[in-house]
């Protein structure tokens, strides 16, 4: 029941979180899977929105959570055994998107934009280049 004054946040529980895959910051096949055998790290390209790059060890879960992005999740061990044939079923990702989540993402990884977009990316960045050279002489 939540108490008068807290809005039932420190009172409130959430049970039986299926954790999905749990992963180091610095891996760089975190998101990898059996189907999808591309090297990728869990951060989408341009970083989670009001996030930013994920660095530290990381928990994938099934559903929501409630709060903001950064707020702290405290897991435990169920009291219960978990006996249903949902709980009880083995997890095997397919696929994790990691295209940008800012606007409509088409690309998984920086070098297959890079490779659709072809030399119009190095034009671009040469452009960029030569435009601050002219601003710094």
């Given at each position: 029941?939540?108490?008068?004054?807290?809005?039932?946040?420190?009172?409130?529980?959430?049970?039986?979180?299926?954790?999905?895959?749990?992963?180091?910051?610095?891996?760089?096949?975190?998101?990898?899977?059996?189907?999808?055998?591309?090297?990728?790290?869990?951060?989408?390209?341009?970083?989670?929105?009001?996030?930013?790059?994920?660095?530290?060890?990381?928990?994938?879960?099934?559903?929501?959570?409630?709060?903001?992005?950064?707020?702290?999740?405290?897991?435990?061990?169920?009291?219960?055994?978990?006996?249903?044939?949902?709980?009880?079923?083995?997890?095997?990702?397919?696929?994790?998107?990691?295209?940008?989540?800012?606007?409509?993402?088409?690309?998984?990884?920086?070098?297959?934009?890079a490779?659709?977009y072809?030399?119009?990316?190095?034009?671009?960045?040469?452009?960029?280049?030569?435009?601050?050279?002219a601003?710094?002489?």
């Amino acid at each position: 029941v939540p108490r008068s004054g807290q809005k039932g946040f420190h009172h409130r529980t959430e049970i039986n979180k299926k954790i999905y895959r749990i992963g180091s910051g610095g891996d760089t096949k975190s998101a990898s899977t059996e189907n999808d055998l591309t090297e990728k790290g869990i951060t989408p390209l341009g970083g989670f929105p009001h996030f930013g790059e994920v660095n530290e060890d990381w928990v994938m879960l099934k559903g929501c959570t409630v709060g903001c992005r950064k707020r702290i999740i405290t897991l435990r061990k169920s009291l219960l055994p978990q006996v249903s044939r949902r709980a009880c079923e083995k997890i095997e990702l397919k696929f994790i998107d990691t295209a940008s989540k800012i606007g409509h993402g088409r690309f998984q990884t920086s070098e297959e934009k890079a490779k659709f977009y072809g030399g119009a990316m190095q034009k671009k960045a040469r452009k960029a280049a030569e435009a601050e050279a002219a601003a710094e002489s």
